[in-house]
């Protein structure tokens, strides 16, 4: 169960956040006029729910199965992600 775990996170943070969702993350924050290696907490909160939908859209699509998704940026930049998950 540890292994399954490690690897639906490296699936869901290495290749669906990092290659999928944070580029178009970044579009929009950058439409904002926002900076994306520098986020308010309040910017931060709205790109957390974005990527959260885009995320859980892009896992469904893949037939990645979770419960209990969450997405968090810790340090305010989208670059450094943590995704918590049950399977």
């Not at 994306?36 to 995320?55: F, I, K």
Request: hydrophobic share 35%; proline share 6%; net charge neutral.
């Amino acid at each position: 169960k540890p292994q399954r775990w490690f690897t639906t996170n490296r699936l869901l943070d290495d290749f669906l956040y990092h290659s999928l969702v944070r580029p178009d993350a970044n579009k929009m924050i950058r439409g904002k006029g926002w900076n994306p290696y520098r986020l308010t907490p309040e910017q931060t909160r709205e790109v957390e729910t974005y990527c959260l939908d885009a995320l859980t859209k892009q896992a469904t699509s893949w037939g990645i199965d979770v419960n209990k998704l969450s997405f968090t940026l810790p340090w305010h930049r989208t670059f450094e992600a943590e995704i918590e998950f049950e399977n």
